[in-house]
């Protein structure tokens, strides 16, 4: 079979091949190079190989039995969360076969019971519940259950779509391209929708809980909580919030709409978001550091600024498609396009043709500040968004070429800036 039409992204199967090894492979350096010596280590920094050869345990070692029972009730709890918590029920966009799948919406819900129920049983057992201890003796072991467990759901993904006729997202022929990007485009187990519920739960909710074991661990050894390590979990947590408070904007997102449910966002959802973007805390929790009320002041603005931007841009973008006769929108100038769809050319969308990466990448640095300045590892994610937004934005100005055409040539003409206004 011949590649798609846009031709092969991610550097085609052998650019998909290496990520598959990559992102593991990333993920477990970072666990070892980071120790109470340092971040790096400084034995790391002196022989990183003898240094990490030194720490592995081993293959039986990675693995743990009783860590994937957790995590698969981890998975499967919060899908009985999606069927019986209380909850809306709405449609996604309208399928290449003219279909629209419903999708019921109580991720918040979700994210609030398993905090509520974290909070009881911490308070419960006089603040020493030891869950949180759990995680942070497993680490490396729940690690590797995120990855199997991810891996095993994109094989299912990947097989069963050549039985259930599902639509396909990518069928190249080339089974590692089309396993790494996703074969179907919406797998679902009866009305359960595997791609919809794993981008924004299982992982989206574990990355805060991993948050607060991290503080735990910062509390038991160190004494005390940061003023950092609050401010991080504080963020995070907003965030996670903000996504599932939001859930119904994310069925128009290109990892919805175009890309397939594959190894790409089986991982990087279930494994790559809650363990690397908590890097952060884990370093803190390990090297405490205090902001003091200057730097507190100077992180919230750094915040605050990055998420009007992310949440008004989102918001106008999510309201003017929604409910484009809105009155508040009427001073919106937009083109009509030959597809059916306007888009935007003032407000927001009129600054830059992704002004809301800028605020998400700003957010990133609030993230990252309370780290201090001691080890790079508490800047991986300043610097690993900066990339995944720029290729972000190329593959969704590829799509939307193909989609609009000269009408998108028209929109490019009026906003030339991609992400930060007059810069890129
Ligand atoms: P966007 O919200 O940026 O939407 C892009 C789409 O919007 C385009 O494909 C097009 O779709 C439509 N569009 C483009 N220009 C206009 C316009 N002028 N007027 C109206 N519609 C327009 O998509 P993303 O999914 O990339 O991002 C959503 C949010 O998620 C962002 O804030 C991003 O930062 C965040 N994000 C966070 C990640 C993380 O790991 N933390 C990872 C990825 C994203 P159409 O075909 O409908 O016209």
Request: overall charge neutral; proline content about 6%; glycine content about 10%.
């Amino acid at each position: 079979m011949p590649p798609p039409p846009h031709g092969y992204e991610f550097g085609g199967p052998l650019g998909a091949f290496a990520i598959s090894l990559l992102v593991p492979t990333v993920t477990y350096i970072f666990y070892f190079v980071c120790s109470e010596d340092g971040c790096p280590s400084s034995s790391f920094l002196r022989d990183p190989v003898g240094n990490i050869a030194s720490k592995w345990p081993g293959l039986l070692g990675v693995f743990d039995w009783d860590v994937m029972m957790h995590y698969c009730l981890w998975y499967f709890g919060l899908a009985v969360m999606y069927f019986v918590l209380p909850g809306k029920t709405g449609e996604g966009v309208v399928l290449s076969n003219g279909k629209r799948l419903k999708y019921r919406f109580n991720g918040c819900t979700s994210l609030l019971t398993v905090v509520a129920y974290c909070g009881f049983m911490t308070y419960r057992e006089g603040f020493q519940w030891q869950f949180w201890a759990y995680i942070w003796d497993n680490y490396l072991q729940l690690i590797t259950a995120t990855f199997i467990f991810s891996v095993s759901l994109a094989f299912y993904c990947y097989i069963s779509s050549f039985f259930t006729g599902e639509l396909l997202a990518n069928d190249t022929g080339n089974v590692i391209y089309d396993w790494f990007l996703g074969r179907p485009l919406n797998p679902r187990i009866g009305s359960f929708d595997i791609k919809v519920f794993s981008e924004l739960r299982p992982g989206i909710i574990l990355w805060p809980i991993l948050n607060f074991a991290f503080m735990a661990h910062q509390y038991n050894t160190h004494g005390k909580v940061t003023d950092s390590m609050i401010l991080v979990n504080v963020f995070q947590f907003w965030y996670a919030y903000d996504a599932l408070h939001n859930e119904p904007a994310v069925l128009t997102t290109m990892d919805v709409t175009t890309d397939g449910f594959g190894f790409m966002l089986s991982c990087g959802d279930l494994m790559w978001l809650p363990i690397n973007y908590s890097l952060q805390c884990r370093y803190l929790a390990m090297h405490p550091f205090e902001l003091g009320p200057l730097g507190v002041a100077g992180v919230l603005a750094v915040q605050g600024l990055g998420y009007w931007i992310f949440r008004s841009a989102n918001g106008q973008k999510h309201e003017f498609r929604t409910n484009p006769n809105d009155p508040k929108l009427a001073h919106i100038k937009y083109i009509e396009t030959k597809s059916g769809s306007r888009l935007m050319i003032t407000g927001w969308w009129g600054i830059a043709r992704h002004i809301n990466y800028l605020g998400d990448w700003i957010m990133a640095w609030a993230w990252c500040l309370p780290t201090g300045y001691r080890g790079p590892l508490g800047y991986f994610y300043v610097v690993y968004f900066a990339i995944l937004l720029i290729h972000r934005e190329r593959r969704d100005e590829a799509k939307c070429k193909l989609k609009y055409g000269a009408d998108w040539k028209k929109y490019t003409d009026v906003v030339p800036s991609r992400i930060v206004p007059g810069i890129y």
